[in-house]
Each structure stands twice: as structure tokens, then as C-alpha cells.
């Protein structure tokens, strides 16, 4: 079994800065990609930022050049520095691993954490 235990999350104000991070845990072999998406309330879920096993990383639109995702492949983490912060970037941030393929199983599956919540207010 594998679970992801997202850490990290608060409450900032517009402007600011947070980090984010996930760590992997269970009888993995190998990850593809690990990414973080997120959900506002009233909304569905949507991607924030994906990054391969290489390092290529991925962002969407609304978040380029303010959020860098990074990983460290030894320790199944994965982490996500968010600057410049602003209120529409409210909710709850989701990690997800990919493609992951474990020592006791035939195949690759995906996982998600359980979630962390990013409030930006003043």
C-alpha cells in the first residue's frame, strides 16, 4: 500500500509565500510523474503542476512563474513553492503519484493524498 502525506498548507496573506510538501511512503519501486492539483470550494479539481521522473516540469497558466515544483526522487517527495500568492489561490491542494509501481504488485497505479488547505486572505 502506498499513501502520500501532504504537509505545508496555512493560511497567508496576498502576496506571501508558502511551501508545500509530499512524501511518498509504502513498497514503492519506481514513480513517473508526481504532481499537485487543487480544489476550490464549489469547483473541480484542476492541475496545478506536474513533474516528471527527468525533472520536466509542467504548470498551468494561472500559476506559471509563481509556483515551482521540484522533487527528490531518493525520497518519493515531491514539493511545491508557491510566491506572490493571491486569494484565487484558495483551496485545498491535492498531491498525486503516478504511474507508480510497487515491489508486491504487477502494474502501476495512481495515488492521491488526503489533501492540504491553502487560504490566502488578509
Known amino acids: 500500500q502506498v499513501q502520500l502525506v501532504e504537509s505545508g498548507g496555512g493560511l497567508v496573506q496576498p502576496g506571501g509565500s508558502l511551501r508545500l ?6 513498497s514503492i519501486f519506481s514513480i ?12 473541480q ?16 497558466d494561472s500559476v506559471k ?8 526522487n531518493a525520497k518519493n517527495t515531491v514539493y511545491l513553492q508557491m510566491n506572490s500568492l493571491k486569494p484565487e489561490d484558495t ?11 510497487t515491489h508486491t504488485s504487477l502494474g502501476d497505479m495512481d495515488y492521491w493524498g488526503k489533501g492540504t488547505l491553502v487560504t490566502v486572505s488578509s
Not at 513517473?32 to 469547483?43: D, F, H, L, T, V
Not at 512563474?65 to 527528490?72: C, Q
Not at 483551496?91 to 509501481?101: E, I, L, Q, R
Request: hydrophobic share 40%; charged share 15%.
Open 21 to 26: 510538501s509530499c512524501a511518498a511512503s509504502g
Open 32 to 43: 513517473n510523474a508526481m504532481g499537485w492539483y487543487r480544489q476550490a470550494p464549489g469547483k
Open 45 to 60: 479539481r484542476d492541475v496545478v503542476a506536474v513533474i516528471t521522473t527527468g525533472g520536466t516540469a509542467n504548470y498551468a
Open 65 to 72: 512563474g509563481r509556483f515551482t515544483i521540484s522533487r527528490e
Open 91 to 101: 483551496a485545498v491542494y491535492f498531491c498525486s503519484s503516478m504511474g507508480v509501481k
